[in-house]
């Protein structure tokens, strides 16, 4: 089975930094994707990590740790259109790619 | 640019109606999704399709069925909508692979009175 926990909600101040966690329990972990939904918008691709470590890209930043299960995006330098929901999405085992999404969590970025 | 479009922004139709929601892909995609998105619950995947005339079965497939007659094509499928079927539906699509991004359609917010 799948299981994939976010926080429901985080705030945060224009210009800090942010981390969001995402934990999950999966037969077969083959990646993890993160995406960001503005509301009343499509979700659209953020990162991909299948190896341990960070990938950086711009003010945006994912951690893998595959032995605990865990993963972060890291948002730097704040700013109002962060605002939205960031979807973790856990590919499953087996040879077809059907990723399994977190409940998602709601930033809120306040000036 | 990926695009993926979706027939409907919004829709209402009554209980008991037969319902299609439509998306088409312009990217010669392989794989095609049909999700469903509830407050607090998330995306949940119904049905998925990796192929024209193949179609798999998602976490919630009840109550839905599933046409891809053509590859850029993928047709989601209420056959007597009820109201517990209101909700926003997304449509995606990916390159086949295990490794690629899924690309979403803007969603059709369905409402079932």
């Known amino acids: 089975g799948q299981n994939i926990d976010q926080p429901t909600e985080m705030t945060a101040t224009e210009g800090a930094i942010v981390q969001i966690n995402c934990t999950y329990q999966?037969?077969?972990?083959?990646?993890l994707f993160w995406y960001q939904q503005h509301a009343g918008e499509a979700p659209t691709f953020l990162s991909y990590?299948?190896?341990?470590g960070l990938e950086e890209k711009g003010r945006f930043s994912s951690f893998l740790s595959r032995s605990k299960g865990y993963s972060y995006l890291l948002l730097k330098e704040l700013q109002m259109k962060d605002s939205a929901s960031y979807l973790c999405a856990v590919k499953r085992s087996g040879g077809s790619y059907i990723p399994t999404f977190g409940r998602g969590t709601s930033l809120i970025v306040h000036p | 640019d990926v695009k993926v479009t979706q027939s409907s922004r919004y829709l209402v139709k009554r209980t008991g109606e037969k319902v299609f929601l439509e998306c088409v892909q312009d990217m010669d995609h392989e794989n095609m999704f049909w999700y469903r998105q509830d407050p607090g619950l998330g995306l949940r995947l119904i049905y998925f399709s990796y192929d024209v005339k193949m179609k798999e079965k998602g976490d919630i497939p009840e109550g839905y069925s599933v046409s891809r007659e053509k590859k850029e094509r993928f047709s989601l499928i209420l056959e007597s909508a009820s109201t517990n079927q209101t909700s926003m539906y997304l449509c995606?699509?990916?390159?086949?692979?295990?490794?690629?991004?899924?690309?979403f359609g803007p969603g059709t917010r369905l409402t079932v009175t």
């Open positions: 999966t037969s077969g972990f083959n990646g």
């Open positions: 995606a699509s990916s390159i086949g692979g295990s490794s690629y991004e899924q690309y």
């Open positions: 990590n299948v190896l341990d």
